[in-house]
């Protein structure tokens, strides 16, 4: 009787290349992937010029302290319409209040609003935006005064 028994294949160096070109595509793919939606969620440059933002860094720090001192309350919400209500407290009559809107991720869109006061601190967009979540830039001019401030809206 013939002991022979069929062999088995070998591990050979075949076999690794393959594995390893294997693992490092999955790597590469999965890398290229991210970054292509990481990319495309960025709408732009911040500053133009990180240098030249940096000296007027405290600049602005200084007006965002004189425009929280005024004490003006400004809460920006979004009708059953879509128009953008801002309800104020503390704003004096005549202001004008505009808005500039960007979504922080995903789609590229943006809108500029000016609004008209309903009274009693009320204030409308001039259009709707769509749903879904912007980041809402208000910028205030009542006189002499000029208030600004950004949120998530």
């Not at 969620?41 to 929280?68: C, D, I, M, P, T």
């Not at 407290?89 to 209040?97: D, I, K, L, S, W």
């Not at 960007?102 to 409308?124: C, I, M, N, V, Y």
């Not at 769509?130 to 001019?141: C, P, Q, Y």
Request: net charge negative; aromatic share 10%; proline share 3%.
């Amino acid at each position: 009787m013939s002991s022979e028994h069929p062999s088995k294949g070998k591990f050979t160096g075949r076999h690794m290349a393959i594995i390893m070109v294997a693992g490092f595509g999955i790597v590469i793919a999965v890398n290229a992937t991210m970054a292509a939606y990481a990319i495309g969620g960025f709408h732009g440059v911040v500053v133009e010029n990180s240098y030249v933002a940096s000296q007027k860094f405290n600049g602005w720090l200084e007006e965002a302290e004189q425009a929280r001192a005024l004490g003006w309350q400004v809460r920006p919400e979004r009708s059953n319409d879509g128009h953008v209500l801002l309800r104020t407290a503390g704003v004096p009559e005549g202001t004008r209040f505009e808005a500039a809107l960007r979504r922080p991720l995903g789609e590229k869109a943006f809108a500029d609003l000016t609004f008209r006061s309903l009274g009693d601190g009320l204030w409308r967009s001039d259009q709707p935006v769509d749903e879904g979540r912007w980041l809402i830039r208000l910028s205030a001019d009542a006189g002499a005064i000029t208030w600004a401030e950004e949120s998530e809206f």
